[in-house]
């Protein structure tokens, strides 16, 4: 019963989270407020499937909902709102590096799971990874924000290509088996819709976490104890140099930064995106990493860790004035409190 109630308290959570961003989208047209409107929908479906689930049993029609919603879809248009949100930066090097590496993972992936219908086709998965990551590696060095746009594309084109795949593969009649999270096992599932999925949950979960914790660096007190320059008018080599040492830059002025951050938090001069983008940080951790919660058949750590990483995730939202400036029931006009603004400028 404890399975049922966490995964409906997860599934609600989502969906209210959905409305209040398409709500948000509604009025104020940001795209990256309905790319996480619709990721946090896919989720809440997805946990709405498991709800049903465990208070009945699974079957062939619940059981491609959860899958295309959950596994494909959430991660990747979750991670896709992160890159429109920070369409003005420089963290289209990272989506590309994460576009190129699903391809590459998907790749590995087929041997080393042998998937028998899946062949050569891989490489076509590949080619088209990394093409979408050399388009969008260009468009972020010429400083272009057009480069999410690439990004959409090619989430869309994995939407579209796994909802048709799920629809129309067969799945073997009779009672499904289920693996230690008590959801179905994948293994009627043919190896290119599985494959496809490394491609948005990857992609789109890493982007959410890393796109994350960037925004927080862009946007609090920073002590730049390593340098680096990302400036496009620079030598090649020197480029490929301050591109390899850039990450690594990034995470140690992040951490020298913290105490600052801390303090600027204190004083009521940090930026809201600061502590909105580390809770959704924090959140996404929670949610990618609840296969720990899976012991002796129970589920409940699992769950509840779903729900609250969705939670920490919605709170982000919340916390964000870029996200949500003002509070009200959704599509109404009942407001609750005034407007939000910035206390703190915005980095130049």
């Known amino acids: 019963m404890s399975a049922v109630l966490l995964a409906s308290l997860t599934a609600i959570l989502a969906l209210v989270m959905g409305i209040a961003l398409l709500d948000q989208w509604r009025e104020r047209r940001r795209s990256y407020q309905l790319a996480w409107a619709a990721g946090s929908i896919f989720f809440a479906i997805a946990s709405g499937c498991e709800a049903f689930a465990a208070a009945g049993s699974w079957d062939t029609g619940l059981f491609r909902v959860w899958y295309l919603t959950g596994a494909v879809l959430t991660a990747g248009w979750l991670g896709l709102g992160t890159a429109l949100l920070l369409a003005k930066t420089r963290f289209g090097y990272a989506y590309a590096a994460l576009v190129a590496l699903s391809g590459v993972f998907m790749v590995l992936s087929r041997r080393s799971h042998q998937y028998a219908d899946v062949g050569p086709l891989v490489f076509g998965y590949l080619i088209i990874a990394l093409v979408l990551a050399i388009a969008i590696g260009v468009e972020t060095y010429f400083q272009n924000e057009r480069w999410p746009r690439i990004a959409v594309l090619g989430t869309i084109g994995?939407?579209?290509?796994?909802?048709?795949?799920?629809?129309?593969?067969?799945?073997?009649?009779?009672?499904?088996?289920?693996?230690?999270?008590?959801?179905?096992?994948?293994?009627?599932?043919?190896?290119?819709?599985?494959?496809?999925?490394?491609?948005?949950?990857?992609?789109?979960?890493?982007?959410?976490?890393?796109?994350?914790l960037f925004s927080a660096y862009v946007f609090m007190p920073k002590r730049r104890v390593l340098g680096y320059s990302l400036d496009p008018d620079q030598k090649g080599d020197n480029m490929l140099f301050n591109l390899l040492i850039g990450p690594i830059a990034i995470g140690v002025n992040f951490l020298v930064s913290l105490p600052g951050a801390a303090k600027a938090l204190v004083l009521g001069r940090l930026h809201s995106r600061v502590p909105a983008t580390l809770l959704i940080a924090l959140g996404a951790l929670f949610i990618s990493g609840t296969d720990f919660g899976v012991k002796n058949g129970s589920t409940d750590i699992f769950q509840a860790s779903k729900l609250i990483g969705i939670g920490l995730i919605f709170l982000g939202f919340l916390v964000s004035i870029e996200a949500f400036r003002e509070f009200r029931i959704p599509f109404t006009s009942i407001r609750i409190g005034r407007a939000r603004s910035e206390a703190v400028s915005e980095p130049t």
């Open 158 to 212: 994995a939407s579209v290509l796994a909802t048709f795949m799920i629809v129309t593969t067969t799945l073997p009649a009779g009672p499904l088996a289920l693996d230690a999270h008590g959801v179905p096992a994948l293994d009627p599932l043919p190896g290119m819709i599985r494959l496809l999925v490394i491609f948005m949950s990857f992609t789109g979960g890493v982007s959410l976490f890393l796109g994350a």
